[in-house]
């Protein structure tokens, strides 16, 4: 097996080691900021305290609105003048963030992200186009820089125009895509309705991130693109891109552990959950000195993927994220993830790409609606046939959710789209 680098190969031991002098370090650097100085002395935690790992669950852990709270500099650990970036979090749940970097940073970040395209199987003779959207959000510049550090030709394309994406493609010979799971689907239906033969096509590798998939979207993107999907996870607040990536396993995502230390801890008891369980991943970045994150709590539910890899990398993996805490719907009383819904649906070859999850409140009761595109070739069937389908879905959900939908079945590419994270859900129990 090939490797980018040799971290990837640390012991379980080295690796320990590593994270200790590194946290120590980071525990440091952060007192520099005034709001770690502040949280720290209150906690009385000092660089000297950190003697063993142990050691870090003495660390009060950092929320999202702490960043809020410190808007715009409070956990800014460096001056101003060794400061070279500024991103934002994309704000998909609230006021955005914003984590700064130093040229250093930027360059770490860069060596992170280009160790996990070439893990993916990313080489310098790859083309490589970018359909991120560039700006704040950091799946454009971050990815950007990551595979510039591989050597690729990097084509940042950006979102959207799919007939002017296609043909950057044909043009260049692009033989890797980084692209969001839901315009990977919609991109799949293009090419079909332009008549275009996924196999005849160059891209090879397609790294997606950025939102929640189940695994059956992967595996539509797969066979509509004809090439292999390597789940990419990451987030602004521990650099962006780059934090977790499959390898040519593609069993659970392996999460650099000599940059980040990973907990998965339990959302109410802030305790660890036993080894293989969901809780909430609970991060701190080892090397960053422009804006050091300590205990950050993400909001993503995951689990570690128990075992050693059967690539031989010993960092261990974390599995597809189940989506948001703050994804969780509670429907009539029951508790019910989007990622449910989807895989249901996505295993269902008359559903086409695209749906939509729509909560209302007659009153009395919430109603749960599903809108759901249908492929082209099924939406030719006539009212019988489609009513079947319609209750057929309605049972499948219904058992997978605890709740029975109102299905509504609508053409192909009739739902609204997103250039950026697909929006899935529309809650609209608060409105009158
Ligand atoms: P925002 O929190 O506003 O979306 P970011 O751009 O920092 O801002 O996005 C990071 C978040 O995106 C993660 O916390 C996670 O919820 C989601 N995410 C990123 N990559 C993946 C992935 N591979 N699978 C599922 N969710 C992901
Ligand atoms: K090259
Ligand atoms: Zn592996």
Redesign the pocket.
Known sequence: MEIYHPAEMLSRDEIAALQCQRLRETVRQARNSRFYRQRLDDAGVSPESIQSLDDLARIPPTAKQDLRDSYPDGMVAVPQERLVRLHA?????GA?TVIYHTREDIRTWAELMARCMFMAGVRPWDVFQNTSGYGL???GLGIHYGAEALGCLTIPSGPGNTRRQLKLIRDFGVTVLHIIPSYALYLGDALAAEGLDPAALSPRIAL??????SEEVRRRIESLLGLKAY???????MN??GVAFECQCQDG?HLWEDAFIAEILDPETGQPVPEGEVGELVMTCLTRTGMPILRYK???LTRFVPGLCACGRPHRRID??KG?ADDMLIIKGVNIYPMQVEQALMALPEVGQNYQIILTHDGRMDQLTVQVELREDFFQEDMRALTGLQKKIAGILRDEILVTPRVELVQANTLPRTEG?AVRVLDKRGDA
């Open positions: 979090s994309s704000g998909t749940t955005a959000f950091t799946g997606i991130g950025a939102e929640p998939h789940n990419s996870y990451g987030l602004s607040e962006g891109p995502m993400t909001r993503d597809r994220i948001r994270k």
